[in-house]
């Protein structure tokens, strides 16, 4: 089953919202409003919440989990990722906290405690470690991630572009027959 309740917490989706048969979706999980999840995805909320916004698609073999509340972390840390956010293929997502209008490139890792800021680049392959903050308005590439140079207006304008794309796929697959769940 793509949607499995655990501990009385069920993942809810949002008008819209797209998760392949193929991703599993586990727990205290909220996917927003015209969102989308691709194939062999899995997101956790298993022993804390995870909240995905609107417009935001978490593409192919993505993690997406969160860091529990214990004797090293008395409350943990969920997983937020806001809207209009493109998380590219193989990512990591660990208990982070990610704005609105952010790319993270493919096979890149987001640890806990991170917060990227809105309308920030990851570059495939980049390592953000435990507590980083990421400046709005930069591209950051590397492992560890370094702040490389400010975004240019055409990067900036790829955020919304992206997402509308991502937005307008999922509706082909839906228009197909494709079930949501």
């Avoid at 793509?2 to 048969?21: E, I, K, M």
């Avoid at 996917?31 to 995870?50: A, N």
């Avoid at 806990?112 to 392959?125: C, T």
Wanted: proline letters at 5%; one cysteine or more.
């Amino acid at each position: 089953m793509t949607l499995r309740t655990y501990q009385n917490h069920s993942p809810r989706l949002a008008r819209g919202a797209f998760v392949d048969s193929t991703a599993v979706v586990i727990g205290d999980v909220e996917i927003g409003e015209d969102s989308s999840v691709w194939p062999l995805t899995v997101i956790r909320g298993d022993m804390h919440h995870i909240r995905i916004g609107a417009r935001t698609s978490v593409q192919d073999g993505c993690v997406l989990h969160i860091t529990h509340a214990g004797p090293f972390n008395p409350d943990g840390f969920p997983l937020r990722v806001g809207d209009d956010v493109t998380i590219a293929h193989k990512v990591m997502l660990h208990g982070c906290s990610v704005g609105s209008r952010v790319l993270i490139g493919m096979g890149s890792i987001v640890m806990d405690g991170a917060v990227v800021e809105d309308d920030v680049i990851i570059g495939a392959g980049s390592l953000v470690p435990p507590g980083k903050r990421l400046e709005s308005g930069f591209l950051y590439v590397g492992s560890p991630v370094k702040q490389a140079r400010p975004l240019t207006d055409k990067e900036r304008a790829f955020f919304t572009y992206s997402a509308a794309n991502y937005v307008k796929l999922k509706d082909l697959h839906l228009a197909e027959g494709y079930d949501r769940i």
